[in-house]
């Protein structure tokens, strides 16, 4: 195979879940594959192959494919709407869910498959399907470096290419300052107005979706049904949460006369901790924070900063339980790199904050192998006893590599594992990125990298 960016990936045919992304997946196939090109809409009154009608008939006739009790719980457990549902309601989707991929696979005939990363149990069962029959695919991620995307299935690290001293010395000055921010992150402080404009326009928006609904005949609909878990937990009353937040946490962690530890919080649901974790002590993330802050607050001093998209959407017995346990929280706007400062040690799982951490030459804790993990620079849990157990004494035993060594170190890696082109940022859906994007993913499927099978 050639990897000239300018020769077109010959495929006979070629399957597209297109999910939200329906206009970017039209403009880049084209420009990327040179063969029949087929898109799989997962909406019942969406254009091009149908997935939905499929599995409707098979949930009226009550028909599935069989799969193992554990495997299903596995689905059940890790996607965000199915865990909300009775039990065997959601067993019984995840039946005719596997049977219609299955006949999707059957009418179709893929050489390749494109979409998203999984990010709910339609995409789980397809990417596990397609393994099975051993059919290409490609999972297009988003990525923190703005310019970038990733190409992964479940969050894994995939080398795409190879990088130079220019673009890594680029990428350490934009992930190195203290107001780095991707270029799909919009904060607003959390005024009580801004609260109830964001309360309003999720109610908004699940009403509206109850009646597409409605209208479309597409009651089991994932995407029309996965508001509902954050409506749920954004309240009116969970704004009050913000109260617990203080203010003189760096005065406070100073006068503690302990290691610090930073600990950011995470969205939740979302698809970095219910399908990037396998341990399902850490992916039961919000009970697993709450062990971790009580284990880790005997021998350090826990900083906790919200996510500022999750400010006033958690539940207020879960920042009572933390403080509760010895947590300090942090204001969720403050700047990450603030904190990063002022501590010792940062325990992430996919954080961001986990690569800011490590280029400031911090010693840095992941909750198993992020994409970014490089085994000289980070300490990997990998089970709850394994956090239980840390102390500052585990954690500095090995000395890390000279602050520009590490650097260069793992902005190699990263740059490594990802491809020009944004994906799911505030401009991707521009003409000048998505030649770039087109591009890339020519290289890349072109190139012998390529990981997921043999493109034909």
């Not at 397809?126 to 059919?135: A, F, G, K, P, Q």
């Not at 996510?307 to 300090?328: C, D, K, N």
Request: glycine content about 6%.
């Amino acid at each position: 195979m050639t990897s000239n960016p300018s020769h077109k990936v010959p495929v006979s045919r070629v399957l597209c879940m297109v999910r939200q992304q329906e206009e970017f997946f039209r403009y880049v196939c084209p420009r990327v594959f040179e063969g029949d090109i087929l898109y799989l809409n997962e909406y019942r009154a969406g254009a091009g192959l149908n997935l939905m009608e499929r599995f409707y008939r098979l949930w009226r006739r009550g028909g599935g494919k069989s799969l193992p009790a554990e495997r299903v719980e596995d689905i059940i457990r890790r996607d965000r709407v199915l865990r909300t549902l009775p039990r065997a309601k959601a067993a019984r989707m995840v039946g005719a869910m596997a049977l219609a991929l299955d006949h999707i696979l059957d009418e179709t005939q893929p050489a390749l498959f494109i979409a998203k990363p999984v990010d709910n149990y339609i995409a789980d069962l397809m990417y596990e399907e397609l393994e099975r029959r051993d059919i290409a695919r490609f999972g297009m991620g988003a990525h923190v470096l703005n310019g970038y995307s990733r190409a992964h299935i479940r969050g894994e690290y995939v080398r795409t290419r190879e990088t130079d001293d220019r673009e890594i010395e680029a990428a350490v000055s934009q992930l190195a300052t203290d107001n780095f921010r991707p270029n799909f992150a919009i904060y607003k402080d959390l005024s009580l107005g801004v609260h109830l404009d964001k309360w309003a326009r999720l109610n908004l928006k699940r009403a509206g979706y109850a009646l597409k609904r409605l209208a479309e005949r597409d009651y089991l609909n994932f995407e029309y049904l996965s508001v509902g878990p954050r409506i749920i937990r954004r309240t009116l009353m969970s704004y009050s949460g913000i109260h617990y937040f203080s203010r003189d946490w760096k005065a406070r962690a100073a006068r503690s006369g302990k290691p610090v530890v930073y600990l950011p919080l995470h969205c939740w649901p979302e698809i970095t901790v219910d399908y990037w974790l396998s341990n399902y002590e850490f992916a039961d993330y919000e009970t697993g924070v709450a062990r971790m802050v009580e284990a880790l607050s005997k021998r350090f001093f826990v900083l906790v900063k919200e996510h500022p998209w999750e400010a006033g959407g958690r539940p207020v017995e879960f920042y009572q339980a933390l403080i509760e346990w010895g947590a300090t929280l942090i204001p969720a706007f403050t700047h990450s790199g603030e904190v990063v400062n002022a501590s010792d040690y940062a325990l992430v799982a996919n954080s961001t904050v986990g690569i800011e951490a490590a280029l400031r030459g911090k010693r840095v804790i992941t909750l198993e192998r992020p994409s970014y993990f490089v085994p000289e620079l980070f300490h990997a849990v990998d089970t709850m006893a394994d956090v239980e157990a840390l102390t500052p004494e585990i954690l500095e035993a090995r000395p890390l590599p000279p602050l520009e060594e590490a650097r260069r170190m793992l902005m190699k890696h990263i740059l490594e594992g990802c491809f020009e082109g944004d994906f799911l940022t505030l401009d991707y859906m521009k003409p000048e990125n998505l030649e770039i994007v087109a591009r890339s993913l020519r290289r890349f499927i072109n190139s012998p990298l390529f990981p997921w099978g043999k493109v034909s």
